[in-house]
């Protein structure tokens, strides 16, 4: 049975890119418990032979052939940007790694 | 008020190529309405006055020329999800972080309401990116369910219910991703269809769970619901989890229905959707509408599906898994909101803060549940054992479709409860899907179809028809059936009995 | 500090075994993107190849390029790799600011083509068996330009500018085996293994492989095992390897810095490292706060792919000679010893060679411009021989007019000549610099005869039967036909005026 701890919530915030405040951290670690001890039924059902569904219906091979299609000016791609620059998206600076 | 607004859309459709009415006439009331009314529903996100009448004095042109019509619901006004885009008009998905964005192209869906001269009105509220079950997640404040003005109009497709139980519109779009179309139908009187999963086009919706998500018509009468249908369902290259089959005869077995024979059909009520935890009223008009079912000919017998009682929480794993990633798009980058961009912040924390401000707690919830579920250490458990549990659930269905024809239960186990009595209460806000989940899980269509009052609130309940995959005509004509019973029998609609609003 | 110590290399392999992994990222050819009908091409203006599902734009979809998902299962097969009967796409999930879902649409545990093998052959002849992991479908990322700075580097930039053209063009990952027991030669290893994939996808026609514009890229990962040791040590993944000889300096780096650290008592960090080829070293990346963990989990918004037998039967027939078959039918055809067929691919001239073949010339004579005068002037210039301003077809045009006798050798060197000046066509410089053969014999007897007047001494011996003395002859109407005359056909002539 799950016990989500306030420094669990902190760290899932993290890799959610949500940076909640202290006091939602007090909210959802309580809420994401009960939630958690909920969904956590499911373990109840005996299932170890039965194959995951990740689709609702059994198709496969769906591709298309490889023809261009029409897209977005720049002007359309950029629209909707909070900020650009030189036809760009311009965005804060990155402290990730050299991609 | 004009009468217009009260004509279902099969008969707006006839008036205006007999034109006995325009098609701008039509809209024009409809938007009159809405002027009249919204401050107090809330229906509506975004109205789109110029965009509806240029489309409708298209259709009367069509008219004039003596043009076929390019659909039979041609010039009839339509409200349309705020998740599904519709080009040049904002889409919002009822969230803060998408409040400005304006889509540069159309869903496949907002394709083919165009091209069947649909009269496009505006776009309706909902819960945040789906997430909710009473349209009060949204950032642009609830709607209010036209029956009392107190009561959630069900969700998250509650601006589309409460548009056409206002009399805004005769017809809407929902999306129903464990219930969205069909909780909110049965909440407001009215009439709500998620098809097969597949069956209608999700190019253009918002994603909240791809595998579940679906879009549907919504309407007044299960006539009107097959119309819209008909014209929104089909195959579309553009999603690679469309079914690439005809569109069931929905409209046909609706009229067939109407006539009201059901004999020769085995219907199946789902014994695990039935006794604790559904509000006595509900359970009565539920038991009324069996007597109704086998009344009409149709044989009623109880069938089990056992891992029905997993689909709550299989679901409430599986779809906060699908949007933890689905929603990872609204970063501050690209379009939508950017909060915190201030020359000292990174891109991360740009990202972290915007994804804060803009996001509603239910949101942040789910995004957080899924992000613990698809762990690595807990995906087995989660996220895998769920899907494992999805499987049960299909075969479930496989071994009552043997049985019976189709399968029936409440659609919701209560009436609308009052705005703000489950926010603080996820768990209880999520009972409001537990009979409208397994058919997500399962891919199968479901429709709901007003069952009268409950005796203790007067307030709406819904029926709720399963049928087999790709298999709609069964359900859309036991559907038409019982809604001409009951309608016979009570001397009128149900939604004929929802109470004026104050026109302000 | 320890950490920017290097050991010498002698040492590295007195104390450890390197083990490499060689991840390769191909960008396909294909017109269009992995899942939308965007074009690929390279060096658009920025944004203009775009649409709703390659920027992630709210309610798009994905859609499979039937296009790509051959071109994979074609290379599956060109490393031998078994093709997988039924296998889905997986969302691996991270934030990025050059993703524009912030998930790439990859593949996890099922990939396409698995479980394969890749001989490799060095330089001086030894076959590597390479194992081939698996090969995958995924999606590339936008590019980003970071302003601001001094460096225009990503740390220290003021902010950056996203480009998201190449954001969704089909990408196959392809995953080594660990390669052990390489020994010294583990840098040479891993640059031949990248060449001779080059060598194998160009046969393939599916990507450009150009590493100067990324479209094949590798990621070396490199770790060291103590001699006695029964595991592999920890690794390091170095990125930003953009030429095959920075694959093999980069590996020799890590091995050197990781052996440094190790026998200091240190212990080598599980990091991405950062290829600089000015230096030729490695530099960390920036350190992350929590273990990565993508949450993979099966794309919903993609049905799986299930390759029939017949299908896969068609794409096998479809693959074309593979670069090592054609070596050993060249090899055969052209009659090479193994060293001399060594010699040719080291040069880089087998292609060459062939393409002149193709065009006309025979083998020997397309081997004697591309490995002698060519590849001097190649050396000279200091260039990569295919990249001199000449064509196999103009060459052998100008084997051609020597073999019709219409140019000597020495007027043929000056016909290349004009043609690497860029003087035009072989025909065009012939007619520029006049340098035909003089054939008319009438001119040639005119020549012949002023020259044998003037030497009436050596005419004499000629009439007498002193054959050889006709050398002088010769000698003296070459240098009054400036050399434009054929040697064997003015003896010949010279012979029968004397006779």
Known sequence: MPNISRDEVAHLARLARLAVTEDELDTFAGQLDVILQSVARVGEVAADDIPPTSHAVPLTNVFRDDLVRPGLTQQQALAGAPATEDGRFRVPRILGEEA | ?504 | MSTFAVLDYDEVLERFDPVLGLEVHVELNTHTKMFCGCPTAFGAEPNTQVCPTCLGLPGSLPVVNAMAVESAIRIGLALNCEIAPWCRFARKNYYYPDMPKNFQTSQYDEPIAFNGSFAVTLDDGTVVEVGIERAHMEEDTGKSLHVGGATGRIHGADFSLLDYNRAGVPLIEIVTKPITGTGARAPEVARAYVTALRDLLRALDVSDVRMDQGSLRCDANVSLMRKDATEFGTRTETKNVNSLRSVERAVRYEMTRQAALLVDGGSILQETRHFDESTGTTSAGRRKETSEDYRYFPEPDLVPIAPSTEWVDKLRTTLPEMPWERRRRIQAEWNLTDLELRDLVNAGAVDLIAATVDAGATPAEARAWWVSYLSQEANSRGVELAALPITPPQVARVAALVADGKLTNKLAREVIDGVLAGEGEPDEVVAARNLAVVSDDSALYAAIDEALAAQPDVADKIRSGKVAAAGAIVGAVMKATKGQADAKRVRELILERCQ
């Open chain 2, 1 to 504: 008020m004009s009468d217009v607004t009260r004509l279902t859309a099969a008969e707006l459709a006839e008036k205006i190529q007999n034109k006995e009415i325009s098609a701008v006439e039509v809209a024009q009331a409809h938007l009159d309405r809405i002027a009249a009314v919204d401050k107090t529903v809330n229906a509506f996100l975004h109205v789109d006055t110029d965009g509806a009448l240029s489309a409708a004095r298209a259709v009367d042109e069509d008219v004039a020329a003596g043009r076929e019509p390019a659909s039979p619901l041609a010039g009839v006004p339509l409200a349309l999800k705020d998740v599904l885009t519709l080009s040049g008009i904002p889409t919002t998905c009822g969230s803060k972080i998408l409040e400005n964005w304006v889509p540069p192209y159309d869903a496949t869906v907002t394709r083919k309401l165009l091209e069947a001269g649909i009269v496009i009105l505006g776009k309706t509220n909902m819960d945040e990116f789906a997430m909710g079950s009473s349209t009060e997640n949204s950032a642009f404040g609830p709607t209010r369910n036209p029956w009392d003005l107190d009561r959630i109009p069900g969700g998250s497709g509650g601006g589309s219910s409460a548009s056409l139980a206002a009399f805004e519109s005769p017809l809407a779009i929902g999306t129903d991703t464990g219930g969205s179309i069909r909780q909110p139908a049965s909440v407001t009187g009215t009439v709500g269809v998620k098809p097969t999963y597949g069956g209608v086009s999700r190019y253009g919706l918002v994603a909240f769970s791809s595998s579940l998500d679906q879009a549907g018509p919504c309407a007044r009468t299960v006539l009107d619901a097959a119309l819209l249908h008909e014209v929104i369902g089909g195959h579309d290259p553009l999603d690679s989890t469309s079914i690439d089959a005809p569109v069931p005869p929905v409209v046909a077995a609706a009229r067939e229905g109407a006539r009201g024979d059901l004999s020769g059909m085995r219907i199946g009520v789902v014994r695990e959707f039935q006794g604790e935890g559904y509000q006595a009223g509900v359970t009565a008009a539920f038991e009324q509408a069996v007597e109704v079912l086998k009344n009409l000919g149709a044989e009623v017998v109880e069938v089990s599906c056992p891992h029905f009682d997993y689909a709550l929480p299989a679901y409430y794993l599986i779809a906060p898994s699908e949007a933890s990633s689905n929603l990872a798009r609204f970063d501050a980058m690209r379009y939508g909101l950017r909060v915190g961009d201030d020359n000292a912040n990174s891109a991360e924390q740009v990202m972290a803060l915007t994804r804060e401000a803009g996001f509603g707690a239910e949101v942040k919830r789910r995004i957080m549940i899924g992000t613990y579920a698809l762990s690595s250490g807990y995906y087995d458990a989660y996220y895998g054992q769920a899907q494992k549990v999805r499987t049960l659930i299909s075969r479930d269905f496989e071994s009552a479709f043997e049985q019976v024809d189709v399968l029936i239960s409440p659609t919701t186990p209560t009436t609308a409860f009052r705005i703000g009595e489950r926010v603080d209460d996820p768990m209880a806000m999520y009972l409001a899907d537990l009979c409208t989940i397994p058919a997500n899980l399962a891919g199968t269509p479901a429709i709901s179809v007003p069952a009268g009052l409950a005796g203790e609130d007067g307030l709406p309940v819904g029926l709720q028809v399963m049928a087999p995959a790709l298999q709609e005509q069964r359900m859309y004509k036991v559907a038409a059936a019982y809604e001409a019973a009951r309608d016979a029998a009570s001397g009128g609609t149900l939604i004929s009995r929802v109470p004026e609003l104050e026109v302000r």
